[in-house]
């Protein structure tokens, strides 16, 4: 059970398809089916965005005796799950409009495992409660912020267009400018393509999970 076998248990768990899967982490259909099937090696950097991406342990992918895999298939001999662990808490904030002007409000606080807000100093959670990106993330779903992480070509980024506009969108920079773009099952929104200037990254999203989990 290597790379590919843990990629696919990771995909499945996450109820992603091949293509969803791709663009969540910045690559294509094709190449997570070469992974998934064993006809590709995997870079080591993509193996440290999907850790990222998806609170994983180094272990998760490329291990064959510990890997996802292998605790899909003998559950009462893996390790314990992370989000098993005692919970610590920060706070969530949603998008809110005011003056022609969006900002965040805060709703509440969200337990999350210590070892993942340790790895993300400072973050907090934004709700998604468009459907501007509904191919990455379902609508209410909590977003974890690092306002620390630099944001790279295909991540998602919550971020403030024009000093009066936040959104969450896909990010990609150019020589002078930044394209925000939605990924949608909808109708896609205009992408927002500013000069650097004129955009301000408050943040990668590095996690998600249900909006049930908020409370005070």
Not at 106 to 125: D, E, K, Q
Not at 132 to 146: F, Q, T
Not at 177 to 190: D, G, K, V, W
Request: proline share 5%.
């Amino acid at each position: 059970m290597g790379v590919g076998e843990n990629i696919k248990a990771l995909r499945k768990k996450s109820s992603l398809t091949q293509e969803e899967f791709a663009k969540l982490i910045g690559v294509s259909k094709e190449t997570v089916c070469r992974w998934e099937k064993g006809r590709s090696a995997i870079r080591q950097s993509t193996l440290q965005t999907i850790t990222s991406v998806f609170n994983l342990q180094p272990d998760d992918l490329t291990s064959e005796a510990s890997g996802l895999a292998a605790q899909n298939e003998f559950p009462k001999k893996s390790r314990p799950k992370e989000n098993c662990q005692p919970s610590e808490v920060c706070d969530a904030f949603k998008i809110t409009m005011s003056s022609g002007r969006t900002g965040l409000k805060r709703t509440g606080t969200v337990p999350s495992a210590p070892s993942l807000l340790a790895r993300h100093p400072n973050c907090f959670f934004v709700q998604m409660d468009t459907s501007a990106m509904s191919k990455c993330y379902p609508i209410g779903s909590l977003l974890l912020v690092d306002p620390n992480k630099k944001p790279w070509n295909g991540c998602t980024v919550l971020a403030i267009a024009d000093n009066s506009r936040m959104v969450i969108r896909r990010y990609s920079v150019g020589t002078s400018s930044i394209m925000l773009s939605s990924y949608s099952y909808r109708t896609a929104e205009p992408d927002i393509v500013l000069d650097k200037r004129r955009i301000r990254i408050l943040g990668v999203i590095v996690w998600f999970q249900a909006s049930h989990d908020l409370g005070e």
